[in-house]
């Protein structure tokens, strides 16, 4: 017992150390590369000794240099190698308590091998495409208003692997670059597809270099959505057609974010800075163990992630890369936007200064995350980004899983239903959902089946969706818990759940292929399922061509109409207005939009979740019905609202 005591003691005692470190606050960590000569700059307060390891490969021999580090100030080790090294790969170790640590890039690295063991040495001129000079961001609106987005969430690899999508550089960066693809029907595929559809900002799954692809194997098949990063810095090779060339992977990237751009879109990028792909033997532990993480109190590392750990925030110098990280992402690769993995781990105040630095230099740049965790974490609730504390962070949005689940049913039931598949009783947190999680008298929070208080003061707080790359498609979802339901009736549900997202305010977010009733076969979790599951297969485009044009008018719709994504919460508090009349599995509601500044007097939108048929009152007025080729006037009456069915109605 007196020993176990000793060791709690001593891990105490280690971990209190590891917050002493001293902090550097310089901006030169890692490889400064100019033709005449390099800088290093590594940070290890803990290290007695440290080496620069340089090789003539990637991969294979030892190195055929070994430098000393200095120690130098704050508890860094640097180095200055005359010449040009460009060609060079290296790595770095430090000796801790007498023992070597193993050779790995450090954490601010640009550029690597193949698989990321090594870091490289290159000219970043030579990584810039033709064009690169002139790119920049296109406007998504008069004021690029983060309400004003429509983001589509799609894997670089899913888009274009599909035999049928028509693209020449199937599953690559190139491939997302190519303009004029065409399905076997004729349909534009890929790049085209996503512009046409009319969405402004396409939110890329992870594309910074990560741990579970073999990327030497090039015409290997096997698949991650890549949520276990090895080199933060760095593009994942996988999706380059030659990994084993540092530049050309930074090349293609940049190439394909230009191409989007070009199209008027802009590019969002999905981040995981909550963990790391290693523990023990990342970059980050090997060069300073233990200060990166969190751990419980008996020294282990913790775990809120359900990866095996969860990064530390809080900590400066943590804090300092997750900053300086972005800041690169941005300025390098004209990034647009960052989606935040499990942002409810990182501490809110991090969290606040990344908007903070970030909104500097690019003031239309969109953040949001998953206002969650996967587990407990020791850093108290209230100090961290969780979907409850969504007021408390600025210009950051999060997820509104009870918009999600209240429209289709909860991820974690298959055989549980929502409102829009005729689940009764779901009213309150869709509207919930309508009014982006903020105050409104006319929404019941003791009936919303997550959130029991509102959680925004402005609509650019939430991600209005139903649906993303976790758990099952929407179509899919539908058809594992509406069994009984006729193909005609799930496609009406499919079609209910979208204009929900489409019609609600707050940022409203597509997972790709939904437009065209994407399936994965019933694999909830193809993180790293074959591409037959994952991949988008275009022809279901031309066979569900109508719905695609549905979506693109729904599109339309919201950005022609700002009484859709009114931008504070007292607007849409003071000009929304449910009929509270309205029978049971309907929701009913007008938007005053001339208040909110719309070419439509008053807006009326009509939403039936039951399996039968509705009369619904129309208030008093001359109304037109949206999104219809007909355009006459129906008189104040009743409207006989079909099953599974929406309808929006306008008055001049």
Known sequence: MFLLLILIIQKLLAQDSLRRYPVYHGNDLGLSWSKSQSAFRIWSPVAEAAQLMLYKDGVEGDAYKKINLEKDSAGTWVTVQQGDLSGTFYAFRVKINGSWSNEVPDPYAKAVAVNGRRAAVIDPQTTNPPGWEHDSSPAFSATNSATDAVIYELQIRDATIAENSGVQYKGKYMGLSQGGTKSPDGLSTGLDHIRDLGVTHVHLLPFFDFNSIDESDIHGSRYNWGYDPLNYNVPEGSFSSDPFDPATRIRELKKMIHSFHIKGLRVVMDVVYNHTGLTEQSNFNQLVPGYYYRHRKDGSFSDATACGNETASEKPMMRKFMLESLLYWVKEYHVDGFRFDLMGVHDIETMNIIADELHKIKPGIILYGEGWTAGES???????????????????????????????????????????????????????????????????????????????????????????????????????????????????????????????????????????????????????????????????????????????????????????????????????????????????????????????????????????????????????????????????????????????????
């Open 378 to 652: 020791p850093l108290p609730d209230s100090l961290r980004a969780l979907k409850k504390n969504a007021a408390q962070l600025r210009n950051i949005a999060v997820f509104s899983d009870d918009l999600r689940d209240g429209i289709k049913g909860s991820v974690f039931d298959i055989k549980d239903r929502g409102f829009a598949t005729g689940k009764p009783g779901m009213e309150e947190s869709v509207k919930s959902g309508i009014v982006a999680a903020g105050k409104h008298p006319q929404v019941n929070y003791d009936k919303v089946n997550y959130s029991k208080a509102a959680y925004t003061t402005s609509p650019a707080q939430v991600i209005s969706y139903c649906e993303c790359h976790d758990n099952n498609t929407l179509w899919d979802k539908i058809s594992l818990s509406c069994t009984d339901a006729s193909v005609k009736d799930k496609e009406k549900m499919h079609r209910l759940a979208l204009t929900i997202v489409l019609t609600s305010q707050g940022i409203p977010f597509l997972h790709a292929g939904t437009e065209f009733m994407r399936t994965k076969k019933g694999v909830e979790n193809s993180y790293k399922s074959a591409d037959s599951i994952n991949q988008l297969d275009w022809s279901l485009k031309q066979k569900n061509l109508e719905l695609f044009h549905y979506i693109q008018s729904l599109i339309k719709l919201r950005k022609d109409h700002p009484a859709f994504r009114m931008n504070t919460a007292e607007a849409i508090s003071s000009n929304i207005h449910f009929d509270e009349a309205a029978p049971a599995g309907t929701i009913v509601y007008t938007i005053d939009g001339k208040a909110a500044g719309d070419s439509w007097n008053r807006i009326l939108v009509v939403l039936n979740g039951n399996g039968i048929e509705k009369e619904i009152h129309l208030p008093q007025g001359k109304w037109k019905q949206a999104l219809q080729p007909s355009v006459n006037a129906i008189d104040a009456g009743k409207y006989s609202a079909g099953s599974y069915t929406a309808a929006i109605f306008y008055e001049e």
